[in-house]
Nanobody, 116 residues
Framework: QVQLVELGGGLVQAGGSLRLSCAAS????????MGWYRRQAPGKARELVA????????NYADSVKGRFTIHRDNAENTVYLQMNSLKPEDTAVYYC?????????WGQGTQVTVSS
């Protein structure tokens, strides 16, 4: 089991930046996959934003490439999402996810609102 706590959401103007953090309740060294997803409206499916494997390989949604950066700090048991050049369409609840073998864990989510 691992608990994930997201921090760093808030309200920002278009063009601004935010950094989200996802702190795990234990070592993330064994977590083969961690990532950020978002839900842009109630009832809409969560969509992938960025992922990072235990070996550091990253993957980004086309809509955020060049603007968002995912970083994994095993020493701090934390995954970060640096979001730059934010757009109103980035407004969503952002969720952290971690996979360990066949188990998947989600955080509670943090709201990001980008005003135009």
């Amino acid at each position: 089991q691992v608990q994930l706590v997201e921090l760093g959401g808030g309200l920002v103007q278009a063009g601004g930046s935010l950094r989200l953090s996802c702190a795990a309740s234990r070592s993330i060294f064994s977590l083969n996959f961690m990532g950020w997803y978002r839900r842009q409206a109630p009832g809409k499916a969560r969509e992938l934003v960025a992922t990072i494997t235990s070996s550091g390989n990253t993957n980004y949604a086309d809509s955020v490439k060049g603007r968002f950066t995912i970083h994994r700090d095993n020493a701090e048991n934390t995954v970060y999402l640096q979001m730059n050049s934010l757009k109103p369409e980035d407004t969503a609840v952002y969720y952290c996810r971690a996979d360990e073998g066949t188990w998947g864990y989600w955080g509670q989510g943090t709201q990001v609102t980008v005003s135009s």
